[in-house]
């Protein structure tokens, strides 16, 4: 299995306007989206020596929001919380990183 990784940040500026009484409830909706797109996908890669690979695309997710902290402390959360579940994905899998 190739392993590498890429980080991405999502901000989504949301308001509660709409009758949302909970600001997780369309950001989740949002990242399970992005989920059902993304599972069960491969990426072909090409390696240094022309070699093409097929490698299953994976997906570990934090979220986190405040208007209470600074944004820093926000994301710092989101990334511990996106570590967390990408440890659940080892364990669940029974592999170790």
Same mark, same amino acid.
């Given at each position: 299995?190739?392993?590498f990784?890429a980080?991405f940040v999502?901000i989504? +500026?949301l308001?509660?306007? #709409?009758g +949302?009484?909970? +600001?997780n409830l369309? %950001?989740?909706?949002?990242?399970?989206r992005i989920d059902?797109?993304v599972?069960? @996908?491969? !990426?072909?890669?090409?390696t240094?020596?022309?070699?093409? !690979?097929?490698?299953? !695309?994976?997906l570990? %997710?934090g979220?986190a929001?405040s208007?209470? %902290?600074?944004p820093?402390d %926000?994301? @710092?959360?989101a990334?511990?919380?996106?570590?967390?579940d @990408?440890?659940?994905?080892?364990?669940? #899998? @029974? #592999?170790y990183?």
């Amino acid at each position: 299995m190739l392993g590498f990784g890429a980080t991405f940040v999502a901000i989504a +500026w949301l308001t509660l306007e #709409r009758g +949302w009484s909970d +600001w997780n409830l369309p %950001v989740a909706a949002l990242m399970q989206r992005i989920d059902r797109q993304v599972k069960h @996908k491969n !990426i072909s890669l090409t390696t240094d020596d022309g070699n093409q !690979i097929e490698t299953p !695309i994976q997906l570990s %997710v934090g979220l986190a929001s405040s208007d209470q %902290v600074q944004p820093e402390d %926000v994301l @710092k959360l989101a990334d511990e919380r996106m570590y967390a579940d @990408k440890e659940r994905w080892y364990r669940d #899998r @029974k #592999r170790y990183r």
